[in-house]
């Protein structure tokens, strides 16, 4: 029997607003805050209270179904839904049913249904027999985003997630924290029957299971494989999933338990919110569709073509906007640095231009940094300027210092801001330049490695690479490889 899965998800991204969806309350509630402290008459639902909903929150929701190529109408509403729960203190939420204010879209080839408002509930926290409500996150304004079942795997359902995270980031619209519960995702999952040609055999889609309590990237692709292993199951028992359910993840079990059968959309029982009317997006619409900044999949493949940007480094620098922004300065300024370098001729201008980019791309991905996380530092505040830092590449592609002695400019960098060339001219750490020089410390390092010497003249090759670390250290990294690996050859034979 071949299965395949059949994969949608229903993503809440709390929009970054300064209040909350429907009051004047904060919409920033720290971890740390009092329980019910951030709280108005309006999120906690008395009667007789009136919502006024957040304009900054439509504004940031008409930006992102621009965004995505949605059909985003001129007109909208809000509808309330009806469950009871302990963290709603309405008996209802404010939502959005049936004119929602995003109509598809595409991102990276999933389909979008819809994208609509609503309202977050309080928290609910259980401590032994008690169950108590934290009614600071009520009313926070979420952006319900759902996709149509067209992920076939877990892989690409964390893939999809992510790429989610960086637009919505890249829009200014969300930080979308998952650890902070600022992006949350429900994954409704089925399996069916396929032939040898991926025709489905039988129905096209089944009772799906709804899995809530998602909190991370990596547990989104854990819950999906533990229920197609779990479902599988069933299938070949003869007996596949029937109903609707409802089943939650447990990150320390690492398993899915079921909590209810899922409500249709009856059950709700929605109707328009008679206190908010409806909403004329026209002029919000005309405002915007200018203003929508230059997309992630957009700028990845402009890096590539516009800079030389292989598809990893590609990748990695436009997943942090802020490292997109620095590599495309030092970019810059090293086409300067180059320019005015009188050793590179017009002819050999493309070949240095792809060393210099690729040298780039590393530079900053790995050294720079893993040295600012090792140091709590960040990129937006560091003391390294991309003009010092496109120098320091300069320097290191046209093999006026090795890797080891620019890591070590680097450091001094990160600490003074100082100048590379400076550092470099201070500190001595310029390339050992002298032949002589050099092969005195290979003779120095084999004399004091007389047996692997041996060893390597016996055959261990790969001997060479221990020499070479030995020269590198007693040179502080100042020494050439390459002409550090002749010498080696010469003397090793």
Known sequence: ??????????????????????????????????????????????????????????????????????????????????????????????????????????????????????????????????????????????????????????????????????????????????????????????????????????????????????????????????????????????????????????????????QRTKEAEADYRYFPEPDIPSLDLSDLLEELRGRVPELPATKRARFMEEYGFNAADARALVADPALAEFAEQVVSELGGWMESQVNITPEDLPAAQKKFVRLVGNWIINKLAGALNERGGDLRTMKVTAENFAELIGLIGSNQVTQATALKILTQMLESGGDPTHIMEDAKLGKMEDTEALAEVVDRVLANFPQDVERYKAGEVQLIKFFLGMIMKETDGQADPGAAKNILASKLQ
């Not at 001129?74 to 209802?92: I, N, Q, T, V, W």
């Not at 819809?114 to 977050?120: N, S, Y």
């Not at 926290?125 to 877990?154: C, K, M, Q, Y």
């Not at 089925?190 to 991370?216: A, C, F, M, W």
């Open 1 to 258: 029997m071949n299965l395949e899965p059949v994969i949608g998800l229903e993503i809440h991204v709390q929009l970054n607003t300064k209040s909350k969806m429907f009051c004047s309350c904060s919409a920033h509630a720290s971890a740390h805050d009092a329980p019910n402290v951030n709280v108005c008459a309006i999120c906690l639902g008395h009667p007789g209270t009136l919502p006024v909903a957040n304009g900054e929150a439509i504004r940031r929701a008409v930006l992102f179904g621009l965004a995505i190529g949605a059909d985003v109408p001129a007109h909208s509403k809000f509808d309330r839904k009806h469950y009871f729960y302990p963290d709603l203190p309405k008996g209802y939420q404010i939502s959005q049913y049936d004119q929602p204010i995003v109509r598809g879209g595409r991102i990276e080839g999933v389909a979008i249904t819809r994208a609509h408002l609503e309202e977050d509930s309080a928290k609910n926290i259980h401590a032994g027999d008690a169950s108590l409500v934290d009614f600071n996150r009520a009313s926070t304004p979420l952006l319900e985003i759902v996709t149509e079942p067209d992920l076939r795997s877990p892989e690409e359902a964390k893939t999809f997630l992510q790429e989610l995270q960086l637009l919505v980031r890249t829009l200014g619209i969300s930080d979308a924290d998952m650890e902070k519960g600022q992006m949350r995702c429900d994954a409704n999952i089925s399996l069916r029957e396929v032939d040898g040609n991926g025709n489905y055999v039988g129905l096209q889609y089944h009772p799906k299971t709804e899995v809530k309590n998602i909190n991370s990237f990596r547990n989104v692709e854990r819950a999906l494989k533990f229920e197609i292993d779990r479902q599988t199951k069933m299938w070949e028992a003869g007996s596949p999933p029937s109903i609707t359910t409802t089943r939650g993840w447990n990150g320390d079990t690492m398993k899915t338990v079921e």
